[in-house]
């Protein structure tokens, strides 16, 4: 049902028009005769084996719903929510479907599967819908993205999400929801047990490549994924080789296409439907070394990040950005937000939004954050009740290796801020991404700053002689795929860092391969 190839639809249609459920028996002999007439011996052999295999996987699906009779609850499990713990009073998935009227799904107790919780095709509470609005080049487009939410549940609940399968003569065929991907979130845990956390960014699809990175989450199960940024690479082609091209093709179908292909991909889709993910974007998303704000391209491209990655966040932007109960809100001008992660807390920083051109002269007047941004994560590191404050920026806080995109830009506004974080007295660590290589670096002021990438890009075959020899740096890596681990203790207040990357690019072992413990 995830395949989307010509010849696999047209077999697909084929087999579904002239065949259902219920009498699939009867009508097989009549579709072989069909077969038949109109194709040669090879070719109806072909045809024979792929009408079996529909017919299977859907009787397979059909078997695994409810077996009431109304639409609603010809439901097939399509995923699950499982909290963490106990304590958790909410959880909410993304997924995508074929209508922007919307589609039946019922949510329901595990324990008991034939009462619903809510059906978000009625609006019934305690959960409701966010549709992410777009605006696509393409009109014909009729694919959407949809969050459903629950709130208040009980501390014990698991619970599972039911999509209706549409009876083939009703209108709302259409909207079936064979692209269905989940990302879901819990809420926040008061467990005082270490938090671990995974973070990367920087992907490059390549046809036919599989997403190694995903698989590896995967086995390893952390508690919470942070995207970076680098989502996709709308201004760059890679070959998954040595080719890296430039395009100036940033048509909404191509956009658009390479999000599908990298979040809807088998291996994001089992990792993303399994843990609670965070996004945040960074240049590539719309243009190589963003610094014009939120005008042109970014106002053009931002939409699609949005509905794809950004839409995924529990909570965009809360105005006081201190712990708030889950909202769902699209942010105005301002797209920074914090990870609840129970007694962790991560500030996640915009980096793009509010920068001056890099090229300007470092004074006092350039900024990376802009000063409402500035002013906002100061108010937060002093007054939020999180036990361990940790920061995340989408650029290299070093500014090794090259400067032009990153703080080193900008030392004069990173070390101001670090030395008021010093003076107050602030305990944190920085997560970074972006350089398409790894590693650990002290910052001034004694502040550690873990960095891990490329999640699934290109690599560069040496690391800058700058980036080896600097006395900031504690570790540093490439060539590989990699994404950073942190194990965060909020009881002792310490936090482990591991990189873990792959044998090479698309290799499908990771390991890892640096280890520091670190107090903060």
């Not at 080719?243 to 296409?257: A, M, Q």
């Not at 891990?452 to 540093?476: D, K």
């Amino acid at each position: 049902p995830h395949c989307h190839c010509t010849s696999c639809r047209l077999w697909i249609d084929f087999c579904l028009k002239n065949t259902s459920v219920t009498d699939w028996k009867v009508k097989f002999d009549t579709i072989m005769a069909f077969v038949k007439d109109k194709l040669h011996a090879v070719s109806a052999l072909v045809a024979a084996l792929s009408c079996l295999l529909v017919l299977a996987i859907v009787i397979a699906g059909m078997t695994t719903g409810t077996s009431q009779q109304t639409v609603a609850d010809q439901a097939s499990n399509a995923g699950s929510w499982q909290r963490a713990s106990s304590g958790s009073n909410w959880a909410s998935a993304w997924f995508r479907v074929r209508s922007e009227a919307g589609f039946p799904v019922r949510v329901v107790d595990q324990k008991d599967k034939q009462v619903p919780i809510c059906s978000v095709s009625s609006h019934a509470r305690p959960c409701f819908e966010w549709y992410q609005e777009q605006q696509p080049d393409d009109s014909s487009r009729k694919w959407f993205s949809y969050i459903i939410t629950l709130k208040n549940l009980d501390q014990k609940m698991a619970v599972n999400v039911q999509f209706a399968r549409p009876q083939p003569e009703s209108s709302s065929a259409k909207s079936e929801a064979s692209d269905a991907s989940f990302s879901v979130h819990f809420g926040p845990s008061p467990s005082k047990g270490p938090v671990t956390l995974a973070f990367s960014s920087c992907i490059s699809f390549v046809p036919g490549k599989e997403m190694t990175a995903f698989s590896a989450l995967s086995r390893r199960r952390p508690d919470a994924f942070l995207f970076l940024g680098d989502t996709i690479y709308s201004d760059l082609i890679w070959d998954g080789n040595s080719s890296i091209e430039s395009t100036d093709d940033k048509s909404w179908s191509r956009l658009n296409g390479l999000y599908r292909s990298e979040l809807l991909s088998p291996e994001a889709q089992k990792f993303l439907s399994e843990t609670p993910s965070w996004w945040m974007f960074d240049d590539h998303d719309f243009k190589n070394d963003w610094d014009l704000g939120t005008t042109t391209i970014f106002a053009k491209q931002w939409p699609l990040w949005r509905e794809w990655a950004g839409s995924r966040n529990p909570v965009f932007f809360t105005g006081s950005l201190l712990s708030q109960p889950p909202q769902q809100l699209l942010p105005s001008s301002s797209h920074y937000y914090i990870m609840d992660l129970g007694q962790v807390g991560v500030f996640v920083l915009d980096c793009r939004s509010h920068r001056s051109p890099n090229q300007n002269a470092d004074s006092g007047n350039k900024t990376m954050l802009g000063s409402q941004q500035i002013n906002d994560l100061k108010a937060w590191l002093l007054a939020s009740p999180f036990k361990v404050k940790l920061i995340a920026s989408s650029v290299p806080l070093h500014g090794l290796g090259w400067a032009e995109d990153s703080w080193g830009a900008f030392l004069l506004e990173r070390n101001e801020l670090l030395e008021w974080m010093s003076r107050n007295s602030v305990r944190t660590a920085f997560l970074s991404a972006d350089a398409h290589f790894s590693g650990a670096f002290r910052l001034p002021f004694g502040y550690l700053e873990a960095a891990a990438s490329p999640f699934s890009s290109f690599t560069f075959p040496t690391i800058h002689p700058e980036v080896v020899h600097s006395n900031m740096t504690l570790y540093s890596s490439g060539g590989n795929f990699a994404f950073g681990e942190l194990s965060v203790d909020p009881a002792t207040r310490t936090l482990h860092y591991s990189i873990i990357a792959s044998n090479g690019v698309f290799g499908s072992s990771f390991q890892s391969l640096y280890n520091i413990t670190w107090e903060i």
